[in-house]
Nanobody
C-alpha cells in the first residue's frame, strides 16, 4: 500500500507564503501523476496542481503564477510553494498519486494523503 505523508500546513496572513511537501512511500513507477487537491470549508474538493513523471506541470487558473509544484525524485517528495496567498486559498490540502499512467486525470487518483490545513487570514 502506497502511503503519502504531507507536511504540516499553517496559518499565514494574506500575501504570505507557505511550502507544503508530500513524501510518497514510492515513486518507482516509470509513469505517474502526483499533485495537490484542496477542499475549502463547505465546498467540494478540487484539483490545484499536478506534476507528472516526465516533469510536466499544470495548475488550476486561480493559482497560476502564485503556486509552483516541484518534485525531488531522489526523495520521493513533491512540494507546493504557495506565494501571494489569499483568504480564498484557505482549505484542507491533499496530496494525491496515480501510479498507473503518466497523464493526470482529475477524478481518478489511486492514493491520497491525510490532508493538511492551510489558513490565510485577511
Amino acid at each position: 500500500q502506497v502511503q503519502l505523508v504531507e507536511s504540516a500546513g499553517g496559518s499565514v496572513e494574506a500575501g504570505g507564503s507557505l511550502r507544503l511537501s508530500c513524501e510518497a512511500s514510492t515513486l518507482s513507477a516509470s509513469r505517474y501523476c502526483i499533485g495537490w487537491f484542496r477542499q475549502p470549508p463547505g465546498k467540494e474538493r478540487d484539483w490545484v496542481a499536478f506534476i507528472t513523471s516526465a516533469g510536466d506541470d499544470n495548475y488550476v487558473p486561480p493559482v497560476t503564477g502564485r503556486f509552483t509544484i516541484s518534485q525531488d525524485k531522489a526523495k520521493n517528495t513533491i512540494y507546493l510553494q504557495m506565494s501571494s496567498l489569499k483568504p480564498e486559498d484557505t482549505a484542507m490540502y491533499y496530496c494525491a498519486l496515480d501510479l498507473r499512467r503518466g497523464n493526470c486525470r482529475v477524478g481518478d487518483f489511486e492514493y491520497w494523503g491525510q490532508g493538511t490545513q492551510v489558513t490565510v487570514s485577511s
